[in-house]
């Protein structure tokens, strides 16, 4: 199985066949408007302005489910992010990520690439340990900004926690651009 054999729901209510990424680098994220992450919208901007040339999408998917910090409707996510900070790549409509809501793409790619952090993750970790101590050592989402990078063959190479920067992922998505 590869993400290829899914469907997502786009911000204007229809669906998206992600077969349409077949043969591209992606780099999936749950994105929020409020949070401290938040401005990670730029940096993932500019991957994917260098990127989208050599084969490289990203595409956001808005979450509400870590401390409601993406409370607007989807005509609002998508103002937010084009006004704020300039976002031209995909950002589909709002999903859950965990528990029996979550939406069959991103319970796939927390199957392939559980993840998680310990405590060198810092304020984050003690945060997360507070509010979802339940999350720790589960393939769980853990917080918005979760980055999952998939292969041109659909299949996912491996996940980022929220506190790796798109800065800081750079050298290896451009390594499977060349």
């Known amino acids: 199985m590869t993400i290829h054999e899914f469907s997502v729901r786009t911000a204007d209510?229809?669906?998206?066949?992600?077969?349409?990424?077949?043969?591209?680098?992606?780099?999936?994220?749950?994105?929020?408007?409020?949070?401290?992450?938040?401005?990670?919208?730029?940096?993932?901007?500019?991957?994917?302005?260098?990127?989208?040339?050599?084969?490289?999408?990203?595409l956001g998917f808005p979450c509400n489910q870590f401390g409601d910090q993406e409370p607007g409707a989807d005509a609002e996510i998508q103002e937010f992010c084009s006004t704020s900070y300039g976002v031209t790549f995909p950002v589909f409509g709002k999903i859950e990520v965990n528990g029996p809501g979550a939406d069959p793409l991103f319970a796939y790619l927390r199957a392939q690439a559980p993840g998680d952090f310990g405590p060198t993750a810092g304020p984050l970790y003690q945060h997360v340990k507070a509010t979802r101590p339940e999350a720790l050592g589960t393939d769980e989402v853990k917080w918005n900004f979760t980055k999952f990078l998939v292969g041109r063959d659909g299949k996912v190479i491996g996940r980022f926690e929220s506190t790796v920067t798109p800065e800081q992922i750079k050298s290896e998505i451009a390594g499977l651009l060349d």
Do not use: H
Request: hydrophobic fraction near 35%; aromatic fraction near 8%.
């Open 13 to 58: 209510g229809g669906d998206r066949s992600l077969d349409a990424y077949a043969g591209r680098v992606v780099l999936i994220v749950n994105v929020a408007s409020k949070c401290g992450f938040t401005p990670q919208y730029e940096g993932l901007e500019a991957l994917y302005r260098e990127g989208r040339d050599r084969g490289l999408d990203i």
